[in-house]
């Protein structure tokens, strides 16, 4: 049994900023890492908005980067997955497939996954052309052909940002029926270089063999045509799932499944949640990692709080007949 005053659930970069912090206020946070140790940026290639890297850094090169530092200040980590969380009582209790983690706070920092197509090429060419963030990648699409899979908000917002760069923004939807709200629709449609292909699912990306996306091949649902279309970039815009799963039933969750926090703050005192599994609008590295320090800052505070509570709790058990600080008989 580990006994731990801060454990943080994630090691992307809200959970290794939050480590930092803790560690340097001498507090020996515990990271458990998952099952993707740093996080969506290690399926990054370049990240050109974080500051402090004015020629950009590789995705898991940053990733590596914020690791040592949460090292370098004592941060213990574990390369497991966090299998149960208990968390109706403090300590609250982490089990692990080797380790049962009791501690005094939790910063939750286990992000959100994009939704995918679910085909090999998309997952082998993701970074290298396929995208689930056209906020983060869109710069590198600069006069090229463009694909953007969705029919929801989300796609129609990222087919608009891209014809910022993009010299042609194709949306796919498997349908003629859009989840999208009416003036995000309209938006799309009367934005010039934003055109539709309905009724459509992609098939295949090419081409892995380059590491590089060359086309895609699609499918007409109705009609089973099939064909080849010339791309430079696919955006996968249908959604993203946090990874909140241990903790149905114990936290408020907003409908798409996000934890609902007061800023960083959870409903349960000295439990935290930070980047993208509480962020349901940004979703930037550099957000994720405002919060991880936010939410560190909060234990930090929460378990001064608590120590001050419980040594005048000590005081009052030794002698009886003191009255708490500031009261009046």
């Known amino acids: 049994m580990i006994r731990k005053k801060v454990t943080i659930l994630g090691s992307g970069s809200a959970g290794l900023t939050a480590a930092i912090y803790a560690a340097r206020a001498n507090l020996e946070p515990l990271v458990i890492q998952g099952l993707q140790a740093g996080g969506q940026l290690t399926i990054t290639t370049d990240v050109e908005n974080f500051p402090g890297f004015p020629d950009g850094i590789l995705g898991p090169t940053l990733m590596e980067e914020m690791h040592k530092q949460a090292e370098r200040f004592g941060t213990q980590f574990i390369y497991d997955n966090a299998e149960s969380v208990d968390l109706s009582k403090r300590p609250f209790v982490i089990k692990t497939s080797g380790e049962e983690i009791h501690t005094d706070t939790v910063l939750i920092c286990t992000g959100a996954n994009a939704k995918l197509l679910g085909i090999e090429s998309e997952t082998k060419l993701m970074g290298h052309g396929v995208s689930a963030c056209a906020t983060c990648d869109g710069f590198f699409f600069r006069d090229k052909r463009v694909f953007v899979v969705g029919g929801g908000d989300t796609a129609m917002e990222e087919a608009v940002f891209l014809t910022r760069f993009a010299s042609q923004v194709t949306v796919i939807h498997r349908s003629e029926n859009f989840r999208a709200s009416r003036i995000m629709y309209d938006r799309a449609v009367n934005t010039p270089k934003v055109d539709f292909l309905l009724d459509t699912v992609i098939e295949e990306v090419y081409d892995m063999a380059k590491n590089e996306v060359t ?17 430079d970039g696919v955006f996968i815009a249908i959604g993203h799932k946090p990874n909140t799963e241990l903790f149905k ?3 408020e969750l907003s409908e798409n499944g996000y934890i609902v926090t007061d800023g960083v703050k959870t409903k349960i005192p000295g439990v935290f949640a930070a980047g993208d599994v509480q962020d349901e609008v940004y979703k930037q590295a550099i957000t994720a990692a405002g919060t991880g320090c936010a939410a560190a800052l909060e234990a930090q505070w929460y378990l001064e709080k608590l120590e001050e509570s419980e040594k005048a709790e000590k005081k009052t058990a030794v002698n009886p007949s003191m009255t708490p600080a500031g009261s009046r008989e």
């Not at 086309?215 to 791309?231: C, M, P, Q, S, W």
Request: proline share 0%; no cysteine; aromatic share 0%.
């Open 215 to 231: 086309g895609i091949r699609v499918r007409n649902v109705k009609t089973n045509e099939v064909k080849d279309l010339t791309a």
């Open 249 to 251: 039933g114990q936290l």
